[in-house]
């Protein structure tokens, strides 16, 4: 066969072939579609029934019991819920419910009207800044009276101060306890508190009476005196603390006195005393009083006699000195006490 021929026949072959494939994929485009027809209306193809269909959640619909996970029982138709069903629009609270307009409370309940206090009372709150409970004082301010550890509160006082600063510095504040019950008292005690002008303590003293037992009716003259006081003292006050005592004061009479400014300046009391007692005494000391015009006391001051022992009967001199008299001293009291 010639060249020619060959070529001719090479080419009605490959026709031929060309035409056999399009059949055959005819054919086959065919026997697809009779087993998958193509939707028209949705594009979708419709896969094979040997493929697992895909479950669609939206498409579930679940009837009769529902099966809780494994190894947890419950009761058919009871979901299984590890919190307290909450009701439609609450949020579920992890604390105990509270009723409704009540808050709930970490502390214990107070009464209305009554604060709590997280402080324990005390002896000692320490007082910051705190003025010590008084009444009005100033230089005579009136004391307030301590009750007789054992008896009822008696009519026992303090009258007349006055205040002085001698020419050394030293502050003085004198006056004189009166007892006016029908019985005698004993320790009587003056306790002052001294003040600066903001009302701050700067200074205390005390002193007791020049007679070591006031009898009834009687008087007794104090100094409360203060060697180095501050410069900043405004005002103070007192206080009376005292005893009672069943026992009477033993005394000895004033036989006579008179008072005269020596030529140094200085006033004398001068006079002697007398054993009216029908026994011996020892120790007499005379207590003098100076008042002003007004009845308060600007100075006090004492002297033992010259004789320790006096017998019944027996007299003994004094002379009782002030060394810096004031010059508004109107007149003066005298008395003396003696020991057994």
Known sequence: MSRRSLRTFGIVSAIGGGFAFVVLLCLGVALVRSINPIS?????????????????????SVSGTFLPPTGAPTSTGTLLSTASPVPTGMLPSTESPVPTGTLPLTESPVLTGTPPSTDTPGPSSTATDMLPTTDTVGPSSTPTDTPSPDSTPAPVAIRGTTAYVTASG?????????????????????????????????????????????????????????????????????QLEYATTESPPLRVDIAGHQGSVSDTGSYHVIGEVRNQNGFAVNFVKVVVTFYNAQDEVVRTSFSNTALD???PGQKAPFDVALLDPPADIDHYAVIAQAYQ
């Not at 094979?48 to 479950?55: F, L, R, V």
């Not at 003056?190 to 037992?213: E, N, P, S, W």
């Open 170 to 238: 030293e502050r003085h504040v004198v006056g004189e306890v009166t007892n006016s019950t029908s019985g005698s008292i004993w320790f009587a005690k003056v306790v002052g508190t001294f003040y600066d002008a903001a009302g701050q303590v700067v200074i205390t003293g005390t002193a007791y009476t020049m007679l070591d037992i006031v009898g009834a009716g009687e008087a007794a003259p104090f100094d409360l005196a203060l060697p180095e006081p501050p410069p900043s003292i405004d005002h103070h006050d007192l």
């Open 40 to 60: 028209h209306a949705t594009g979708e193809v419709r896969l094979a029934a040997t493929q697992s269909a895909m479950p669609v959640a939206a498409d579930i």
């Open 309 to 311: 022992v006096l017998s």
